[in-house]
């Protein structure tokens, strides 16, 4: 069996804590509709009036149900970043909303989403720790359970293969069954699109194009050249709190005053953070740095020393070197840019208060070369778990409180325009709209 390496899975202990406190009964069930219509309500309110939602929209399993449908299959998300795919025969398994997936790297270069379910009797081809070592044709890849190289993919149970493309290519003791055609089973291939070297799957196939929504986002991001980047950390998280809590969380920098205060707040303040006019499929938010770090980092550039901390992107303006960048494009992408690293959070959703999250860090080519990066890449690692250790706290705490009968409801910063932002989204989708479609867009914080 593959060997999960002990650093990839991350065990936060507050999480059994959490949920044997959880009792998940001191508030009253909402009917759908009225959850529905209390977002809805939320959503129509301006930014200095705005409000939480119901608490049943992070608790209920009607509404969770209701999501995804109209949200999550219905919507994009971003399953992989190419670097961990790079050639043809490179696949990686995860299971997405019920759908145990592959992304895997055609011998014809196209990137593929491909169910993992056997068009046979419907097996599961490749579930976690089987599969690799000897039962299959497919060798796991880089110390990980999730990755590896194939040149075909073997069912195990009755030994169908299939090619990289999903066609079934051969099946054994077929040959009395009658009026069977090999191109009737092959692995269902979900819609798919690349953007920016980031693979985004829509499981119902209803989603726009993808890219077509994003120019001015594609052109924010183009220096950072994500697609070439390389994504050298992943670590895999147990959530006990709903996926738009850690949203949420994400996009808006009012916590640094709070549960960041030592980590984020003395380089990024809260009150100096910004959010950029509403749009149709992303939300946009900027953190800019106190100016005596800025002048430490323009300095420690100047100097070239790079001794203790990674360079900065080659090719990034001024302001992209003075600041972190957020971004949500709807409804789980997740990325923050740093100007030496970027960090992205894949979501999977698995109930209203469960959720899988693979926080990761992806580099610049150029810093896997420098002569420290080892020493570089453990601090780069420490930090990304550091900050993200005082968010599973708050998160998971978070949505103890929503399950309490002390709940009500609360109102919001300036400062959580994302939030704000993030509901105006699921308003419009119960209205089957995008934001911005029935109404004018919301003005930038900054001029
Ligand atoms: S279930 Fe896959 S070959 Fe039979
Ligand atoms: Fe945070």
């Not at 798919?192 to 994003?214: K, T």
Request: with cysteine; hydrophobic share 40%; aromatic share 10%.
């Amino acid at each position: 069996m593959s060997s999960t390496p002990a650093q990839w899975k991350s065990t936060f202990e507050p999480l059994a804590f959490a949920r044997q406190l959880s009792t998940r009964t001191a508030q009253p069930p909402l009917p759908l509709a009225d959850i529905q219509r209390g977002i809805c309500e939320a959503a129509t309110r301006p930014l200095n009036r705005a409000t939480t939602l119901p608490a049943q929209a992070y608790t209920s399993e009607e509404f969770f149900a209701w999501e995804v449908t109209h949200v999550l299959r219905a919507g994009w998300q971003c399953v992989a970043h190419i670097s961990q795919v790079p050639s043809p025969g490179d696949f990686l398994n995860l299971d997405l909303l019920g759908e145990p997936l592959i992304v895997v790297h055609g011998k014809d270069a196209a990137i593929r989403v491909l169910s993992r379910v056997c068009p046979h009797r419907s097996m599961d081809i490749m579930p976690e720790g089987f599969g690799y070592d000897g039962h299959t044709l497919a060798e796991a890849r880089n110390g990980r359970p999730d990755c590896g190289h194939t040149r075909l993919f073997l069912c195990p149970y009755h030994a169908w293969t299939f090619e990289l493309d999903g066609h079934l290519k051969a099946c054994p003791e077929m040959h009395q069954a009658e009026d069977f055609c090999r191109d009737n089973f092959s692995l269902k291939t979900f819609r798919c699109e690349m953007w920016l070297g980031f693979i985004f799957v829509n499981l119902d196939g209803s989603a726009p194009p993808l890219a077509e929504g994003l120019t001015d986002m594609a052109a924010d991001l183009a220096a950072f050249q994500l697609d070439k980047m390389k994504l050298v950390i992943a670590r895999e998280w147990d959530c006990p709190f709903n996926w738009k809590v850690l949203a949420e969380n994400f996009m808006e920098s009012y916590h640094h005053l709070g549960i960041h205060h030592k980590t984020l707040q003395p380089m990024m303040p809260a009150r100096d953070t910004w959010t950029e006019q509403e749009r149709r499929h992303y939300v946009r938010a900027h953190l800019p740095y106190k100016d005596t770090v800025r002048d430490a980092y323009r300095a420690f550039e100047e100097k070239g020393d790079f001794s203790a901390a990674l360079p900065p992107v080659l090719g990034l303006s001024d302001r992209q070197k003075s600041e972190w960048g957020l971004f949500l494009i709807h409804p789980t992408f997740l990325l923050a840019t740093a100007p030496d690293r970027v960090i992205w959070y894949r979501l999977q959703p698995l109930g209203p208060d469960r959720l899988k999250l693979l926080t990761t860090t992806l580099l610049a080519p150029e810093a896997l070369e420098l002569p420290n990066f080892e020493q570089l890449h453990a601090l780069t690692t420490e930090q990304l778990t550091q900050f993200h250790l005082e968010d599973m706290e708050v998160c998971t705490a978070v949505q103890r409180g929503l399950y309490a009968s002390g709940w009500q409801p609360g109102r919001l910063s300036h400062l959580e325009m994302p939030v704000w932002l993030f509901h105006r989204y699921l308003a419009a989708r119960i209205r089957s709209m995008w934001p911005t479609d029935d109404y004018a867009a919301a003005p930038s914080q900054r001029a």
